[in-house]
Nanobody, 116 residues
């Protein structure tokens, strides 16, 4: 079984920073991409950032210029560095993994709250 273990969420003031971590536990034959999604209360889940097996990256329009997604050298951990946080960044952030065989896994989510 594959498990994504997230950490790093919390309460931060507007303009502050957080770094989220997602540890991949278990065996994945081939990882195609990993990403971060978020869901605010009463809103649809949206893409925050994605990184592919080739280390190309993409970001949601609302966070471009403020967030950076990265992986460690072993590709066992994915990070999301968030800067210049805004109250509208508040939500539950979920780690996502898609294998080359199109299997998909989700983390349990970590709460990010940005106060004004």
């Amino acid at each position: 079984q594959v498990q994504l273990v997230e950490s790093g969420g919390g309460l931060v003031q507007a303009g502050g920073s957080l770094r989220l971590s997602c540890v991949v536990r278990g065996f994945v034959f081939s990882i195609n991409a990993m990403g971060w999604y978020r869901q605010a209360p009463g809103k649809q889940r949206e893409l925050v950032a994605v990184i592919t097996r080739y280390d190309s990256t993409d970001y949601g329009d609302s966070v471009k210029g403020r967030c950076t997604i990265s992986r460690n050298s072993a590709k066992s951990t994915v990070y999301l560095q968030m800067n210049s946080l805004k109250p509208e960044d508040t939500g539950v952030y979920y780690c996502n993994l898609v294998s080359h065989a199109a299997s998909e896994y989700w983390g349990q989510g970590t709460q990010v709250t940005v106060s004004s």
